[in-house]
T-cell receptor, first 115, second 118 residues
Framework: EAGVVQSPRYKIIEKKQPVAFWCNPI?????LYWYRQNLGQGPELLIR????????DSQLPKDRFSAERLKGVDSTLKIQPAELGDSAVYLC?????????????FGPGTRLTVL | AQKITQTQPGMFVQEKEAVTLDCTYD???????LFWYKQPSSGEMIFLIY??????QNATEGRYSLNFQKARKSANLVISASQLGDSAMYFC???????????????FGQGTILTVHP
């Protein structure tokens, strides 16, 4: 079974430029998560989708970040414009459901560097 | 207040010896799950072990075991017979069952860097 796929793996951009990250979850997983992990810290949730609906985006900086999950499968996270402080690893994860006992499977992440 | 606390920024262990990584948590939920993930330098988060709040026995998965002390709100990870490949960052995480939009969210600790010496 294929795992969570993310692309690109690395991205270097200048500040004020736009950037987009793509995620393909494990087949059949209804719940999709985007996390941001700053250097030396644990991941922090940005947004959670149940199928195509964003049910928790309270931590998403909505002035510059946007996300979508078309047809409840693939998802895209966008930053426009990027700031220096956005440099981090962006992790996508998926699970069968959002239940407490459901394991979240993580993708390899996208390492973003904003110059 | 921190929901997940990992007090050991770094730990060192000799190959083939056992090591314990500490984790304490804070929740008012009765139903919750505790997870440990390993993150090697490649960056991927690898699931290691899970403990449910209602599980009476400590979880075990191969060389990994979770020392769950509910009254003390601790969920320490024990790695037996350490291997060089165990060198990585280790994260403790909690998933709460509280209602509302935060349901299902994993809250992570700061992590512990484990270094295994030959």
């Amino acid at each position: 079974e294929a795992g969570v796929v993310q692309s690109p793996r690395y991205k270097i951009i200048e500040k004020k430029q736009p950037v987009a990250f793509w995620c393909n979850p494990i087949s059949g997983h209804n719940t999709l998560y985007w996390y941001r992990q700053n250097l030396g810290q644990g991941p922090e949730l940005l947004i959670r989708y149940e199928n195509e609906e964003a049910v928790d985006d309270s931590q998403l900086p909505k002035d510059r970040f946007s996300a979508e999950r078309l047809k409840g499968v693939d998802s895209t996270l966008k930053i426009q414009p990027a700031e220096l402080g956005d440099s981090a690893v962006y992790l996508c994860a998926s699970s069968l459901t959002a239940g407490v006992y459901n394991e979240q499977f993580f993708g390899p992440g996208t390492r973003l560097t904003v110059l | 207040a921190q929901k997940i606390t990992q007090t050991q920024p770094g730990m060192f262990v000799q190959e083939k010896e056992a090591v314990t990584l500490d984790c304490t948590y804070d929740t008012s939920d009765q139903s919750y799950g505790l997870f440990w993930y390993k993150q090697p330098s490649s960056g991927e988060m690898i699931f290691l072990i899970y403990q449910g709040s209602y599980d009476e026995q400590n979880a075990t998965e191969g060389r990994y075991s979770l020392n769950f002390q509910k009254a003390r709100k601790s969920a320490n990870l024990v790695i037996s017979a350490s291997q060089l490949g165990d060198s990585a960052m280790y994260f403790c995480a909690m998933r709460e069952s509280n209602g509302g939009t935060s349901y299902g969210k994993l809250t992570f600790g700061q992590g512990t860097i484990l270094t295994v010496h030959p």
